[in-house]
């Protein structure tokens, strides 16, 4: 990116799946539920309720902490962080401001071949607030709050301005949310809230060593946006920095429809959040023994499997990493590795067939898959013994991808095979010879060239899928007799 360089660093919130909110006992799974029925006294922050901390949301926050080589503490607090908006009914927002949860972690990328370390400042846990859905034009306007998401669980995860690139942000991204997917503390759904990211930006032009001022960025929820935002907001500061104009610092807004981000908000106009300790939550404080514990209960980490994956199955990097990337491909991958028994075959039809069609038909839950690994057996077998050439297996490899039928029925029901049966081909032959006659006089008073008639014939009758060395060897046998 030339002598301009990006500084990127991000605050990300995941919504962490436990059964009940942060502090009260509220089902915490409200996505697509009605307005307002996941509520009470405490989440909607009625006089006199009294909060009580949800000790799996502290474990949650414990694992990906760990997970994410934090320093975990054994004693952290909650504060008050206040600010007045609808979505927000008790005026503020628990969270933990003076007293993180967990300081000091880092999470390593793979950029370009390349490894790289992100610093993680801290993370923390916090309540979320509600959501404001604003209908009609500003003469009509009508503004709604549904409270349902108030309390439901969040950790928050600051990292220094370590990020280079954008594309750096979004594998950052990436890699948090299989992290945090591995470990089960939460969906890593972007589309549904569950993993949200601002992206912090300057740009230091690295010959005048002049830095601009920083720019955050809201309102993105895919990697991609987070993306194309940041590069939006790169060229912009650029341009600003070349024409020695100023950047102020404020928010801004990305808007998907237009491709770029506006101004929501000068840093100037935000609130001063008067934070204090809450005092009607005790600390948080989790002995040695129950750390350990959590620490050692975690599985097999992204990383860790990749590495696993190389040396035991003999995978290539890339292919490890992307096998790895998510746990449920992984799991299908070595059950299918199991009784296959062919680690990078099944791997190369992973790559290709498989995330492609993913790809194409919007899978991305291996879960809902319909291909299993019984599937990959048999179409390996249909291939080792000659039954369909490879790229008939790719196309028999689709239609099971879509109906979950058994390969071996989507040949017979495709008339798919490749016609070995001599029987088959005689019958063919015999009905052809029976047709013209006069080719077969040819042949035999020394018209060698005529059998491509007849094996032209036979590829009608099976639509291309005979094989004409068989179809020779049948003739002459026929010719002979
Ligand atoms: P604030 O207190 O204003 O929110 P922080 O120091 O807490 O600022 O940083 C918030 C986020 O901004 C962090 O993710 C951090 O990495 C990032 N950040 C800090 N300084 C810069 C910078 N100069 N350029 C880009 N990002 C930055
Ligand atoms: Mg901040
Ligand atoms: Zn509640």
């Known amino acids: 990116m030339g002598k301009y360089k990006p500084v990127i660093g991000l605050e990300i919130h995941v919504q962490l799946s436990t059964r009940t909110k942060l502090f009260c006992s509220c089902s915490a799974d409200v996505f697509n539920s009605a307005p307002n029925t996941h509520i009470c006294p405490v989440c909607t922050g009625q006089p006199g309720a009294l909060p009580v901390t949800n000790e799996e949301a502290i474990e949650y926050a414990v694992k990906a902490a760990y997970a994410m080589n934090f320093k975990v503490h054994e004693y952290s607090r909650f504060d008050r962080k206040n600010y007045f908006y609808p979505d927000l009914p008790k005026g503020y927002q628990i969270t933990q401001y003076f007293h993180p949860i967990a300081t000091n972690g880092y999470l390593e990328l793979d950029v370009d071949g390349k490894k790289k370390k992100v610093r993680l400042r801290r993370l923390h846990v916090e309540e979320d607030a509600g959501k404001m859905i604003h209908e009609g034009d500003s003469m009509s306007a009508k503004s709604f709050v549904d409270y349902n998401r108030s309390g439901v669980p969040l950790i928050e995860i600051v990292t220094e301005p370590d990020i280079e690139s954008p594309k750096e942000a979004r594998l950052f991204l990436e890699k948090l949310r299989s992290i945090v997917r591995y470990i089960g503390i939460s969906s890593g759904d972007m589309e549904k809230g569950a993993l949200r990211c601002d992206a912090n930006i300057s740009v230091v032009d690295e010959e005048s060593g002049r830095s601009s001022n920083r720019v955050e960025v809201k309102n993105m929820n895919s990697f991609k946006f987070v993306e194309r935002a940041l590069e939006y907001e790169y060229s912009r500061i650029v341009n600003a920095m070349k024409n020695g104009e100023n950047v102020p610092q404020e928010t801004r807004g990305w808007i998907t429809r237009d491709k770029r981000t506006i101004s929501m908000r000068s840093k100037e106009e935000e609130s001063d959040y008067r934070y204090f300790p809450e005092p009607d939550i005790p ?60 680690p990078k075959e099944t791997s190369n039809w992973f790559m290709t067939e498989l995330l492609r069609m993913m790809n194409e038909k919007g899978v991305d839950d291996v879960e809902n898959l319909k291909v299993t690994p019984q599937h990959f057996k048999e179409i390996f077998d249909l291939i080792d013994s000659g039954r369909v050439t490879k790229n008939m297996a790719k196309e028999v490899f689709r239609e099971v991808f879509e109906t979950g039928k058994s390969p071996s029925e989507v040949v017979r029901n495709k008339g798919l095979e490749v016609v070995t049966d001599e029987a088959r081909i005689k019958e063919i032959l015999l ?9 077969v006089e040819q042949y035999r008073s020394g018209k060698q060239g005529v059998i491509g008639y007849f094996i032209g014939q036979v590829m009608k009758a ?20």
């Open 462 to 481: 099976t639509g291309g899928k005979a094989d004409p060395k068989v179809v020779q060897k049948v003739f002459q046998g026929i010719i002979k007799n």
């Open 431 to 439: 009905e052809a010879m029976k047709r013209n006659p006069k080719a």
């Open 283 to 342: 600390p948080v404080v989790i002995s040695k023994e129950k750390l350990e514990y959590i620490r050692r209960s975690l599985p097999e980490l992204p990383d860790e499997k990749k590495k696993r994956f190389m040396d035991e199955y003999g995978l290539p990097e890339y292919d490890a990493s992307v096998i790895t990337s998510d746990k449920d491909l992984a799991d299908l991958y070595e059950m299918t590795v199991k009784i296959t028994g062919k």
